[in-house]
């Protein structure tokens, strides 16, 4: 029977010994001793952006590579934005730019020059929540809470879109103009997922603000 | 992700001149599929031009009645408009069928066209497709493929195309206008868009390298009842099983187009002469020669019930 000392003493063998294998691969240049060290990577491409957070100017260089989500969460600490699924499935990363949600985690953040980009922290504090915010907390719409964020922006710009006449896959005639009613806001809110399930209460919540009856 | 340099464009002539100069450049417009493959490392482009800028986010009257929508477009703004809503219902339904409205925001017109299958294998970098890395074998054909293609698939390939915009576009008779890196300028019918996957499923287009789309056409407006039926595996947000978009006059006549099914929107103009004998006559022209699986075999009963309830709703 193998002693935790044992286990101890043969695990760090196992990563002393992987760790000098992939040293010796590394540090054998290729054409022989005598020849030069290989150049380090170049590192990554970076660029300039400059948008507007929550009302505040905002300037970064970013690797070419950083979502939105990721200048706001990483590089701004506005970590209300969730990372879920980080492949546009989830919309726990929902934000609103230019009045419009979308997916932070599918779009470049050195796309957004000049644009005005709101988070959760953006809509309300916990001293002054947006009506949508008070809401989720009145009818309970959360259970985890972590998709709430995505949730909440997602339903303030789903309010705008059904107001700005922008149809949906139930709006039964195209041409009159979409109502708030409880199959339009299911329809609409179907890109945020919450694995808790707590679905019927976020549709009370959002028709609560709309001023209608589910 | 691969790491790559990153330019913002204001022109299409600006921005063929530097896929032209740029090895490994890729056109970025809403990005949310090229970035999601970006992730995967399917795409590995080594310069991104950000075309999501251009002046080409109009919808414009065309002096034969009909409407020339721009590349930029944005699948929320080419559904809401008015006169799309009007006049080219099958368009609107068709587009708040696809994907969320997070997503909608984003997509464009012309990214629309050009994203990728959703084929599980395509994105699986551990197995092979022929698609993702051209010679590598298909893990679709005896693999799990219940979503796959009935019609106009290979040996190579039975990927289906996702979108449920083109559909539409198929059966309005659809053109994507383009320009290349020496400011040429064609128009490509939708019909002639798409290549069949054949022993080369990684071409998927008959762009050239570096052309870039700048409009959509619409022919002028048919009339008719406009109807787009997507069978999926839930209610919303959801890729199409099968799907069939409808344009039926009162005569019974009319247009049908498939999604879901091959690697194209599918259409078969003759079939649509077998309108007034029903759904199974033309549901039979439509998939001659269909070739099915043990898992999508369900697709041609599917399309021909879905087809006759479609045409059953427009005779209201």
Known sequence: ???????????????????????????????????????????PPTAKVRFDVNGTARELELDTRTSLLDALREHLQLTGTKKGCDHGQCGACTVIVDGRRINSCLTLAVMHEGDRITTIEGLGLPDKLHPMQAAFIEHDGYQCGYCTPGQICSAVAVLDEIRAGVPSHVTADLGAAPQISAPELRERMSGNICRCGAYSNIIDAITDVAGAKA | ????????????????????RTPGARFIAGGTNLLDLMKLEIETPAHLIDVSRLALDKIEATAEGGLRIGAMVRNTDLASDARVRKDYGLLSRALVAGASGQLRNKATTAGNLLQRTRCPYFYDTNQPCNKRKAGSGCAAIG???????????????IATHPSDMAVAMRALDAAVETVDAAGKARSIRLADFYRAPGTTPHLETVLAPGELITAVTLPKPVGGTHIYHKVRDRASYAFALISVGAIVQPDGTGRIALGGVGYKPWRVEAAEADLPRGAKAVAAGLLAGAKTTHENAYKLPLVERTLAGVLAQAKG
């Open chain 1, 1 to 43: 029977m193998q002693t935790p000392g044992d286990f101890d003493l043969s695990r760090r063998g196992v990563l002393v010994g992987g760790a000098a294998s992939v040293a010796a691969a590394t540090i054998v240049p290729a054409g022989g001793a005598d020849a030069a060290p290989a150049a380090t990577p170049a590192s």
């Open chain 2, 1 to 20: 992700m691969r790491s790559f340099t990153y330019e913002r464009v204001e022109t299409p002539a600006a921005a063929t001149a530097a896929f032209a």
């Open chain 2, 143 to 157: 693999g799990f493929n219940r979503l796959h293609a009935v019609v106009g698939a290979s040996e190579a390939c």
